[in-house]
T-cell receptor, first 113, second 117 residues
Framework: EAGVVQSPRYKIIEKKQPVAFWCNPI?????LYWYLQNLGQGPELLIR????????DSQLPKDRFSAERLKGVDSTLKIQPAELGDSAVYLC???????????FGPGTRLTVL | AQSVTQLDSQVPVFEEAPVELRCNYS??????LFWYVQYPNQGLQLLLK??????LVKSINGFEAEFNKSQTSFHLRKPSVHISDTAEYFC???????????????FGQGTRLTINP
């Protein structure tokens, strides 16, 4: 069974540019998470989806970050415009329910110059 | 709200030596506890978890952790480490109650375990 797939794995952009990350969860997993992992820190939840509904986006900086999960499967996280402080690893995870084990993708490492 | 403190950011040990990675948590309600491992350039993988029952939980690759409620700790141990155990280890906590937001995992800042030959 394939795991959580994320792309791209690495992205380098200049500040003020837009960027998007894509996540394909494990088949059948209705819960999807986006986490932010700063260098030397543990992951922090940005947003959680139950199917196509964002049920917890309290930590998502809505002035520049947006996310969508059309049809309740794949998800896209966007930053526009990117700032230097956005340089980090963006992790996607999925689970078969909000209280079940979360499976993580390899992450997208973003560098903003 | 919950919080997790991993007391050591880096732990270097020699191969075949024992190791302990420390984790303390703070919570006003009952919690579930987890250890995740992140190998270089890979995503996080669940290593072991405590949900209920025996306070000593074990992984398939020789790690174990003991839930100590009085000391609010969940330290990870292995009696003899291998080069392949080199990775970053994250302790995480989640409330055990079925309430809004209970699905949220709160992670510690991680401990980088380096095994030297």
């Amino acid at each position: 069974e394939a795991g959580v797939v994320q792309s791209p794995r690495y992205k380098i952009i200049e500040k003020k540019q837009p960027v998007a990350f894509w996540c394909n969860p494990i088949s059948g997993h209705n819960t999807l998470y986006w986490y932010l992992q700063n260098l030397g820190q543990g992951p922090e939840l940005l947003i959680r989806y139950e199917n196509e509904e964002a049920v917890d986006d309290s930590q998502l900086p809505k002035d520049r970050f947006s996310a969508e999960r059309l049809k309740g499967v794949d998800s896209t996280l966007k930053i526009q415009p990117a700032e230097l402080g956005d340089s980090a690893v963006y992790l996607c995870a999925s689970s078969s329910g909000g209280y079940n084990e979360q499976f993580f993708g390899p992450g997208t490492r973003l560098t903003v110059l | 709200a919950q919080s997790v403190t991993q007391l050591d950011s880096q732990v270097p040990v020699f191969e075949e030596a024992p190791v302990e990675l420390r984790c303390n948590y703070s919570s006003s309600v009952s919690v579930y506890l987890f250890w995740y491992v992140q190998y270089p350039n890979q995503g996080l993988q669940l290593l072991l978890k405590y949900l209920s029952g025996s306070t000593l939980v074990k992984s398939i690759n020789g790690f174990e952790a003991e839930f100590n409620k009085s000391q609010t700790s969940f330290h990870l141990r292995k009696p003899s480490v291998h080069i392949s155990d080199t990775a970053e280890y994250f302790c995480a906590v989640r409330t055990a109650h079925i309430i809004q937001g209970a699905q949220k995992l709160v992670f510690g800042q991680g401990t980088r375990l380096t095994i030297n030959p």
